[in-house]
């Protein structure tokens, strides 16, 4: 029976395991193709997220966010089949202001062994979280207990209760005290964007290019203008000082010189100074050139709150700022002014939140009260000092102290140093990460364990470590400050040098999927427990990635597409076009795994896999079988038995390709016979 043109198209889309969609940046579907409608029952107008397994919308938002800007392959989505959940591989990329999707129906099995893995783990991961916290709380009480049995032994019950009360209490307040940095952290990220509207209008209607305003007019809009700028400042420092209370504050090391700090300063501040105004701002630099390394921009705002708060609060005379060197390489700023002075009662109250001293000059600048705990907690995390001496009705002194060098810099500059000179005796480790404490933290936890690290903060210093030294294993941040390193991490699994240096990504990012494919042997989630390190390391260095994989197929357009999917992995591709060469090949290179055709042009599936079980070279090699043949179920059950896996070659993709490769490694152990005859050959 000849099928018409449009019966075989139907045909074909009957046998089809794509679909196709488009949507906005929002994931509002603005069209989809019959296979979608039909499968999927998709339409315009209803959204991707809607579509997602009940549980797995996040997946499908994360998905439209990076497709927008980038290209994104093998991303895997559960979408609901009618009622029945579907695992489908999708392929995305921007497309006219949204987002282009072109998803793979991955088998029913695989789905479901996916599906069922993916609840697994995230379980695992919710009671591994739930007895971390149980763990460090249960520590918590027994420290406190121990410390409250030490100092209370001979004290009545009345005052054990007391003590247990005050510590609810304390943690009480620990958890408010939380709560509340993170609310203002989020509601002043909310008020940024309509102050940024009432900024940028409001400068637009003073603006005479845009029409003239009243003079009553044009003074209502210059109140809201400074009201705006007032509230913008106090939100500025609200998010600033949460930020610092959460340890979320990131340090920028750099060089500079006191000179170009004070220029800069002084650039800044003089507009802040009328014409003819009584107040006179000095900066004195210091009598010789003075350089530090460490974070300029905090240092220059302390400095600019100081002088800015100083400014305020001086109707005439001058405000100096000065620096000059200290003792034990320490670098002094001062700021002084003539102004009205504080009492020696308020000295310390200023540096508390939202703390301001009644004064007539208080009253008119109407200040935040975060300025100075800000400057204070800013110039702690640069490790130093902020101390004030006033007093009132002749001006204040603020001091700053700060150590010229960082210590995070001179710590990562012995550290540095260290990794210069090999010590024979410990395994030298490449860790690429940009966070100075997180490599602090990696060296103290391997120095325990053998090993020596040797630590960079770019690919490009990786790249110039590796000239001179081989490691015996690498611990990989892929998210650096500036650039990524999924370059780099193939660049190493693809050269012939480098490729079976085993690698561990530890990252922010849970991109697993994308590091595994890239040829990583293992990947974490930051933070990372030492003891968990210092096993994985060990076994790391011990055993080294697979190099080789043989392809026993007489179809060049199959073994094309195969190289293809495992393209940019760690994997040597040994091909053979039929089932003789194909022992040979085995034989003689001992790859770690094969993929094996069932129909071949000489010999049969089973011939060859006679053949490899008879030779004790070949013999614990696992094969997976890859065919377009419809097996019959004889045929199955012998081939289930001899092979590690049986894959249809029309519904193979990456993902299953390199996942099956794993798992099929991983059963068989990994042979040491294996590995070091492969050596040899």
Not at 26 to 32: A, D, H, N, P, S
Not at 99 to 110: F, H, I, M, N, R
Not at 207 to 230: C, D, H, T, Y
Request: include cysteine; hydrophobic fraction near 40%.
């Amino acid at each position: 029976m000849r099928l018409s043109s449009h019966d075989k198209s139907l045909a074909v889309d009957e046998l089809s395991r794509e679909v196709a969609m488009t949507c906005d940046a929002q994931g509002v579907l603005t069209w989809v193709d019959a296979r979608a409608q039909g499968v999927l029952e998709a339409v315009p107008g209803k959204t991707l997220r809607a579509l997602a397994a009940q549980g797995t919308e996040d997946k499908v938002d994360r998905l439209l966010i990076q497709a927008r800007d980038e290209r994104v392959d093998g991303w895997e989505l559960i979408l609901c089949r009618g009622q029945t959940p579907t695992t489908f591989a999708f392929r995305a990329r921007p497309h006219e202001g949204g987002v282009l999707l072109v998803g793979s129906l991955v088998p029913e099995d695989y789905g479901a062994a996916l599906e069922q893995v993916s609840t697994s783990m995230s379980e695992l991961s919710a009671l591994h979280r739930e007895a971390e916290s149980q763990r460090r709380e249960l520590k918590r009480r027994a420290d406190e207990l121990m410390r409250l049995n030490r100092e209370l032994e001979e004290s009545n019950r009345g005052v054990r209760s007391l003590h247990a009360a005050l510590d609810e209490k304390a943690e009480g307040l620990h958890r408010a005290a939380e709560i509340k940095s993170r609310v203002v952290a989020n509601v002043s990220h909310e008020f940024r964007t309509p102050l940024h509207s009432i900024l940028g209008l409001s400068k637009v209607l003073l603006n005479p290019i845009n029409g003239p305003l009243s003079s009553e007019q044009e003074k209502q809009v210059q109140f809201i203008r400074n009201s705006a700028e007032s509230l913008f400042e106090l939100v500025n420092d609200l998010l600033d000082l949460s930020k610092v209370e959460a340890g979320k504050t990131t340090l920028r090391h750099s060089r500079f010189v006191v000179h170009d700090l004070l220029s800069a300063l002084r650039g800044m501040m003089k507009p802040m100074l009328p014409p003819g105004s009584p107040v006179d701002l000095r900066l004195v630099e210091p009598e010789t050139p003075l350089e530090l390394e460490t974070d300029e921009t905090r240092l220059s705002q302390v400095l600019r709150n100081l002088v800015s708060n100083a400014l305020k609060f001086t109707e005439a005379g001058h405000v100096t700022v000065s620096a000059a060197m200290g003792q034990r390489d320490t670098v002094v700023f001062t700021v002084k002014d003539t102004g009205i002075g504080i009492a020696p009662a308020d000295q310390e109250r200023v540096f508390e939140e939202f703390t301001q001293l009644d004064s007539h000059l208080q009253r008119k600048v109407k200040g935040t009260g975060l300025g100075l705990p800000l400057a204070r907690r800013l110039v702690e995390l640069l490790g130093g000092t902020l101390s004030l001496q006033s007093v009132p009705g002749e001006g204040s002194t603020f001091t700053i102290i700060l150590p010229r060098v960082h210590m995070e810099v001179s710590e990562m500059a012995g550290l540095s140093e260290r990794s210069q000179h090999l010590d024979t005796s410990r395994a030298p480790v490449l860790v690429l990460e940009d966070d100075r404490q997180t490599l602090f933290l990696y060296e103290k936890y391997l120095a325990r364990s053998g090993f020596q690290v040797l630590p960079v903060r770019s690919t490009d210093e990786a790249r110039r470590v590796l000239q001179r030294v081989r490691p015996a294993a690498m611990v990989l941040d892929v998210m650096l400050e500036g650039e990524t390193s999924w370059n780099f991490l193939a660049e190493m699994k693809n050269g012939e040098a480098t490729r079976d240096i085993p690698i561990l990504v530890v990252t922010v990012t849970d991109r697993e999927q994308k590091a595994r494919a890239l040829g990583a042997d293992e990947f974490w989630l930051k933070p990372v427990d030492e003891v968990r390190l210092q096993k994985k390391l060990q076994e790391l260095a011990r055993s080294g990635p697979v190099e080789r994989v043989l392809i026993i197929d007489d179809d060049d357009v199959h073994r094309y597409l195969l190289k293809q999917l495992l393209k940019d992995t760690p994997y040597v591709l040994l091909e053979a076009a039929g089932g003789k060469d194909g022992v040979r090949l085995a034989r003689e290179q001992v790859p770690q795994l094969i993929f094996l055709d069932f129909v071949l042009p000489d010999i049969t599936a089973f011939d060859v896999l006679d053949e490899l079980k008879g030779d004790p070279r070949t013999r614990e090699i696992p094969v997976i079988l890859h065919t377009s043949h419809e097996l019959r179920e004889e045929e199955r059950a012998r081939l289930a038995n001899e092979t590690t896996a049986i894959l249809s070659k029309h519904t193979l993709s990456r993902e299953v390709a390199i996942g099956r490769i794993r798992d099929a490694l991983t059963k068989a152990g990994l042979g040491s016979n294996i590995h070091q005859e492969g050596r040899r050959g």
